[in-house]
């Protein structure tokens, strides 16, 4: 079965970076659009941008621009965010998940990024 | 794109059912049939329940459907149940080849 991990729950200082991991099972990992989606504190559901597995080429929604980077490693089937210059209201759980088509099939369990210092 | 626009709440009893709506307009929720809902409970990762407006995944009960009209896309739950209790999203494909979620509607069964 379609199965995304992601990398436990980080605490930063304002102005570091984080990076994020999703690994991908149980589908080849290029045949899904992996989604990046943000979810702060008491908030709803933001959609950040995507990456395409087949050709690496990232795409980001306004908002999401500058500090934010998808990539991949398709050799162990794992997608990255990176976030840069953290500030404190990019406290939030991040989700990557799996599109197989124009709708959000496959979720990670989601990580806890949080800024405080 | 702004979100689009849920009722922040609804609640109903046991048993009965209860309709969430979804509004956006020609340009996302009117434009395509690509409407999805996601389940979310507390602490836990959302869940797909309804994709390309009326469909539902493999394992989602047939009590959860969905429809649309013009700029409006609903999502109906019927035979409530306490484990229906849990915070419910749109979704829709856009124009501009972005995704686009309601703020989310509260689902309280008294």
């Known amino acids: 079965q379609v199965q995304l991990v992601q990398s436990g729950s980080e605490l930063k200082k304002p102005g570091a970076s984080v990076k994020v991991s999703c690994k991908a099972s149980g589908y080849t990992f290029t045949s899904y659009g992996m989604n990046w989606l943000r979810q702060a504190p008491g908030q709803g559901l933001e959609w950040m941008g995507w990456i395409n597995p087949s050709t690496g080429n990232p795409r980001y929604v306004q908002g999401f621009t500058g500090r934010f980077v998808f990539s991949l490693d398709t050799s162990v089937s794992t997608a990255y965010l990176q976030i840069s210059s953290l500030k404190a209201e990019d406290t939030a759980v991040y989700y990557c998940v799996a599109a197989d088509g124009y709708f959000f099939d496959y979720w990670g369990q989601g990580t806890l990024v949080t800024v405080s210092s | 794109h702004s979100a689009l626009t849920q009722p922040a709440s609804v609640s109903g009893s046991p048993g009965q059912s209860i309709t969430i709506s979804c509004t956006g307009t020609s340009s996302d929720v009117g434009a395509y049939n690509y409407v999805s809902w996601y389940q979310q409970h507390p602490d836990k990762a959302p869940k797909l329940i309804i994709y390309?407006?009326?469909n539902r995944p493999s394992g989602v009960p047939d009590r959860f459907s969905g429809s649309k009209s013009g700029n409006t896309a609903s999502l109906t739950i019927s035979g409530l149940r306490a484990e229906d209790e849990a915070d419910y999203y749109c979704?829709?494909?856009?124009?501009?080849?972005?995704?686009?979620f309601g703020g989310g509607t509260k689902l309280t069964v008294l």
């Open positions: 979704n829709s494909y856009t124009t501009i080849n972005t995704w686009v």
């Open positions: 390309e407006v009326s």
